[in-house]
Every structure is written in C-alpha cells, then in structure tokens.
C-alpha cells in the first residue's frame, strides 16, 4: 500500500512538473525583427560570376503611373496576389569577368528615400569591396541608377570608370535642359549632375555612342525611349548569354502580359515601347538570360511567350559550383 502511495506521488509531481512547463510564460517577448537577409544572389554565366546586388526597395503608385486605367492596373497585380503601391525592388549587378570587375548600375543611394541605399553594403557582403570595381556601366541617368556613385560628394567607386551613353549624358548633364524641364522633373537632372560630379572631375567619366564594345564579354546595345541614351547590356560568356534590360520594364505583374502599357517616367513613350516588345520577343526565342532592375530581387529569369503577351518565369534558386 504504502509503494502504491509513493508511485502515485512520483506520478503526481511528474505530471504537475510537465503542466508548469507549459503553463510558464515565455522567457521574452522576442521582438519583430523586421529585416532580410544580405541582398546578395550569385550565379555563373560561362567563366564569368553574376552577382545581383539589391539597393532595396520602394514603393510605386503603379496604378497611377503606369499609362493605363488604374481598375486595369489593380486587375493585373490582382491576379498576382499585390496591389498598388506596389514595393518595387531596386537592382545593380556586378560581373566579375576574370579580367575584370563591372558594376552595371548603382541604385539610388539616398535620392530615393530612406528605403533605398544598400548597394554599397550589399556589395561588401557579397564579398567585394568598392575599391575593386574597375568600371561601372550604367543603363541611363535616372536617380535611382546613379544615385550610388557618390556619397558625401565623393566617388564610391574610386578606382572606377563610368560609362554610359553620349545622349543620356548630353541630356541629364545639360543645364540647359535643366532649366526647361518641369519642375518635378529638374530633380533627376540634379542627380545626375550630383552623382558624376566626382568621376567628371576626375576624368573617369566616358561616354559612348550606341552599340559598343566595352569589355570582353560585354557590350552596350542603344535602347533608347526610356530615356534618349537608354542602354541595355549584352554578358556572354562560353555561349551562355545575359541581358541586362535596364528599365524597358518597370512592373512585371503588368508589363509582360501586356508589354503595350508605357510608364510616365518615359521620355519617348513609342519607343520605350518598341523596345520592350523586341527584347520580350528575342529573350522567349532565343532563350537566354534576362535582368532588370525593377524586376523582383533578384531580377533574374527567363521570358516564354503566353498568347499575345509574355510571361516572365524566375530563376531557380542555386548555389554556384
């Protein structure tokens, strides 16, 4: 009798130990951390190692800037579970030739808000630092593609040479551009002027005229309609082939399915246009690699055709071998 007791004690205590564990309040409260990981994203092309750099993201009234109804807009990021304002991602990518270092774009920096501004500690994660960068391409003038040149006035990149086309720079360089714009337009002219002011001054700021040789592995394609100078950039490397498309797309829940809807950020809304049917259409033909810097980190994938319009199908998540 006196064991039966004993073992129903035991019993008693273990189970009334077991409810007080669960019973007890957690430790802490933990905190929302409220933070990504490093934007990084590494693949191989060929020989050559493709790194997609995040300057983070912003949101965008899409519905109203996108030249379409707003309803038609809101209908087309419905069927991909978003909504306006829609959090758009800001892209560079760094390509590492084995010769050399390229930088093709460098986000905002600060010209876009506090959200922005990562590229530069993006870059150092992924394992490179600004100082080894030997050229920086860039697609075209805006804010947020050149904003990460300079900081505090001074060059970013300081070993670096900046490239971009003759016409974007007589256009976004010109003061008297500037001066006819509409004033919420002089504040792109102003980045621009800002952001290559130390590489100007330095005379590490050169330009080139339409389709152009830059590096081995790498050549600029004129693109224009975004802006007069836009360029996209063709990476190849042992038949394999990357396509940097700048900004010819700004929305990909809208703009591929109907590649026919222009942004107002356009200089020239046609050709913008034009321009972004044929890459769309070369890019499902043929296949290849395609990036862009408002396509979602890491803005890399492939274009298939999908009836009238297209269809754009992400990467693959890998690690690099």
Do not use: C
Not at 2 to 15: D, Q, Y
Not at 239 to 248: A, C, E, N
Not at 267 to 285: P, Q, T
């Amino acid at each position: 009798m006196i064991e039966k007791h004993s073992k129903s004690a035991r019993v008693a205590v273990l189970l009334g130990a077991v409810a007080a564990v669960f019973a007890a309040p957690a430790f802490a409260a933990a905190p929302l951390a409220k933070f990504q990981a490093p934007g990084f994203y590494r693949t191989m092309l060929g020989d050559f190692e493709v790194t997609a750099l995040s300057d983070g993201t912003v949101e965008l009234p899409v519905n109203t800037i996108l030249k379409t109804s707003p309803a038609k807009v809101d209908k087309a990021l419905a069927k991909s579970f978003l909504k306006s304002p829609l959090e758009t991602s800001v892209n560079g990518f760094l390509v590492n030739t084995g010769g050399k270092l390229v930088l093709i774009d460098t986000g905002a920096a600060s010209l876009f808000g506090p959200t922005l501004g990562k590229l530069a500690a993006n870059l150092k994660a992924a394992g490179y630092q600004p100082e080894q960068v030997d050229e920086v391409y860039i697609t075209h003038l805006h804010p947020d593609h050149v904003g990460g040149l300079a900081a505090g006035g001074l060059a970013a990149f300081p070993n670096a040479i900046v490239r971009a086309d003759q016409r974007d720079a007589d256009f976004w360089l010109s003061q008297a551009e500037m001066d006819k714009a509409p004033a919420e337009v002089k504040g792109f002219f102003q980045g621009a002027m800002s952001s290559l002011a130390p590489y100007v001054k330095a005379g590490k700021f050169q330009t080139f005229s339409g389709n152009t040789d830059l590096a081995p592995g790498v050549k600029a394609y004129a693109s224009n309609g975004h802006t007069p100078g836009h360029t996209t950039y063709v990476v190849e490397s042992k038949g394999q082939k990357l396509v940097l498309l700048g900004d010819l797309l700004h929305v990909q829940a809208v703009q591929f399915d109907q590649p026919e809807i222009a942004v107002t950020f356009d200089n020239d809304n046609k050709h913008a246009i034009a321009e972004r049917k044929e890459a769309f259409a070369a890019a499902a033909k043929q296949g290849y690699l395609v990036g862009a810097a408002h396509l979602s980190f890491p803005g890399l994938g492939h274009v298939r055709a999908n009836g009238k319009g297209y269809q754009f199908v992400p990467v693959n998540y890998s690690v690099p071998k």
